[in-house]
């Protein structure tokens, strides 16, 4: 697996290095995530060619981030967490606000960022997310993981790679989380999971178009809020 050098990344909006907590191949730790692209480059390949065909069809790609950007304060630093090759962040970026996208698999995060030239994209598996931007721990305006990304972090890693993301808020910052109750988190399971960080939910929903959430709900998009202080 190639290993972006984080040394090598910069804030495309300041221009300033990255630096990050990198994957490291040599290390016996398992990496936090079940990504079949960390052992498969091909799926990886197949991943990125599957959004293009979807976008080239005029598919639209954006629910996500619709969301997100209503959510948003406008030039909001957002994190895209599990970001893949961008469809979100790179949206994101196009409407004026500062992201940065970090994805465990460097082929998809490589895309992004020949894709979305003016985001930020950084290796790094997020249940070691450790961002420091411009010499200081990256904070942001609002955090989303979405896309199934929690379908491919082993359990015991989920709670972890949700504390590392509520670690970059800022006061104040929200935090989307879409899972599915089959694969993913159930909705019961974020409860469980925030009830331990100083995070409150302030909106559920079924769809990222915002149809009301029941317990029967196959998916849920959390609205988390950071406190305010
Ligand atoms: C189904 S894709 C979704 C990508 C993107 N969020 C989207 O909606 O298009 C799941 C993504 O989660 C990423 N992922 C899985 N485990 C991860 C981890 N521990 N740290 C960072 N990324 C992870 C994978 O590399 C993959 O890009």
Not at 29 to 38: I, N, R
Not at 139 to 163: C, Q, S
Not at 187 to 193: G, L
Request: proline residues 7%; hydrophobic residues 45%.
């Amino acid at each position: 697996m190639v290993i972006a050098d984080p040394h090598q990344i910069k804030n495309r909006a300041t221009g300033s290095p990255v630096n990050t907590v990198p994957n490291d191949p040599s290390a016996d730790a398992p990496v936090g995530s079940t990504w079949p692209g960390l052992t498969d480059e091909a799926h990886s390949q197949w991943y990125i060619e599957r959004f293009r065909a979807m976008a080239a069809r005029g598919d639209d790609l954006q629910g996500e981030a619709r969301l997100v950007d209503a959510l948003a304060p406008r030039h909001a630093r957002l994190l895209d967490a599990g970001c893949g090759p961008g469809r979100h962040g790179g949206y994101l970026a196009t409407l004026g606000h500062e992201v940065v996208g970090v994805d465990v698999d460097p082929a998809l995060i490589a895309a992004a960022s020949a894709e979305h030239p003016t985001a930020t994209w950084v290796v790094s598996d997020l249940s070691q997310l450790d961002l420091v931007l411009d010499g200081e721990t990256a904070t942001f305006d609002g955090a989303f993981i979405v896309g199934n990304v929690l379908d491919f972090v082993p359990p015991e890693h989920r709670n972890r790679v949700l504390e590392r993301i509520a670690a970059h808020l800022r006061p104040d910052a929200f935090f989307v989380i879409g899972c599915r109750a089959g694969n993913g988190f159930t909705a019961a399971d974020v409860d469980t999971a925030i009830s331990t960080m100083d995070l409150v939910l302030e909106q559920r929903f079924a769809t990222y178009d915002m149809r009301p959430w029941q317990a029967d709900s196959p998916f849920s998009v959390s609205v988390l809020r950071a406190p305010a202080r």
